[in-house]
């Protein structure tokens, strides 16, 4: 008698020859397998970063989601939070942090999980290679600051925002 399959994400059980969860689409693994994958995350969780490299700024929330889509990519990462002023001005300050030999596969890491959760961001992103509004689809210049079609604005220039 086989074993069943669980997802590693929502602990649903299937039979051995599914392989990927209905609910949320994590690829399945047997019951030793998902203990192996919850000690090495547990690991990497509590492994620190030594040297780091910034990878987001921004909320603590939105920073701990993203620590766990690295955690579960096997990249080592920690969330620093500088208290924001006694005044209330401004809130904390917080950083997602990895080490620098991480921080290329981290941020592909978390584009992909962007793509994932925002999948117009692929196809926007598909149209703009191939040189077309991602809003509209017309053909844009590569020099153009905005669709000549819909008006999208194609290029932000931080230097105009200060």
């Given at each position: 008698?086989?074993?069943?399959?669980?997802?590693?994400?929502?602990?649903?059980?299937?039979?051995?020859?599914?392989?990927?969860c209905s609910d949320c689409g994590r690829v399945l693994i047997f019951p030793e397998e998902l203990?192996?994958?919850?000690?090495?995350?547990?690991?990497?969780?509590?492994?620190?970063?030594?040297?780091?490299?910034?990878?987001?700024?921004?909320?603590?929330?939105?920073?701990?989601?993203?620590?766990?889509?690295?955690i579960d990519a096997g990249i080592p990462?920690?969330?620093?939070?500088?208290?924001?002023?006694?005044?209330?001005?401004?809130?904390?300050?917080?950083?997602?942090?990895?080490?620098?030999?991480?921080l290329e596969r981290a941020q592909q890491s978390i584009e992909e999980y962007f793509m994932e959760i925002n999948p117009e961001l692929r196809a926007s992103n598909e149209l703009i290679r191939e040189g077309k509004c991602p809003?509209?689809?017309?053909?844009?210049?590569?020099?153009?600051r905005e669709c000549p079609d819909c008006g999208l604005p194609l290029i932000i220039n931080e230097e105009e925002e200060e």
């Open positions: 008698m086989k074993l069943n399959k669980i997802c590693p994400d929502c602990g649903a059980e299937y039979v051995p020859n599914i392989e990927k203990e192996k994958a919850q000690e090495e995350k547990e690991r990497l969780m509590e492994k620190a970063v030594e040297k780091e490299a910034v990878v987001r700024e921004g909320d603590l929330d939105w920073l701990s989601e993203l620590r766990t889509v690295l990462s920690t969330v620093h939070c500088d208290p924001g002023c006694k005044k209330g001005c401004h809130g904390d300050q917080c950083r997602l942090v990895v080490s620098p030999e991480d809003a509209c689809g017309h053909p844009v210049g590569q020099n153009d």
